[in-house]
């Protein structure tokens, strides 16, 4: 079973930055997409980042594009959330996930492997 342990996630003002890490841990073959989620108090998990392994490619949803970069360093086996220009709405607690190559990082079902969560705050 894979393992994932997020960090980096606290108090932060708005315009400010964050860099979440996911550590992944016993990884196999099968294991190729991995994907950052957001989870507020009474919303639905939504998928914010997410990248191929593989070949680096990645996804954004449209709230983040342009202010957050996702990115891999297979050497540490280490997946980074660059967050800028935070704004209170992606207050959140904010989770770490793999998949397959199949998965969507619109789909939360298509992901097997779950970090526990990091809070992220956006407040004055």
């Known amino acids: 079973q894979v393992q994932l342990v997020e960090s980096g996630g606290g108090l932060v003002q708005p315009g400010g930055s964050l860099r979440l890490s996911c550590a992944v841990s016993?990884?196999?073959?099968?294991?190729?997409?991995i994907g950052w989620f957001r989870q507020a108090p009474g919303k639905e998990r939504e998928g914010v980042s997410c990248?191929?392994?593989?070949?680096?490619?990645?996804y954004y949803a449209d709230s983040v594009k342009g202010r957050f970069t996702i990115s891999r360093d297979l050497a540490k086996m280490t997946v980074y959330l660059q967050m800028n220009s935070l704004k209170p709405e992606d207050t959140a607690v904010y989770y770490c996930?793999?998949?397959?190559?199949?998965?969507?990082?619109?789909?939360?079902?298509?992901?097997?492997?779950w970090g526990q969560g990091t809070q992220v705050t956006v407040s004055s």
């Open positions: 996930a793999a998949g397959p190559i199949t998965a969507s990082c619109d789909e939360v079902a298509d992901f097997g492997s």
């Open positions: 016993r990884f196999t073959l099968n294991v190729v997409t």
């Open positions: 990248i191929k392994l593989i070949d680096s490619r990645t």
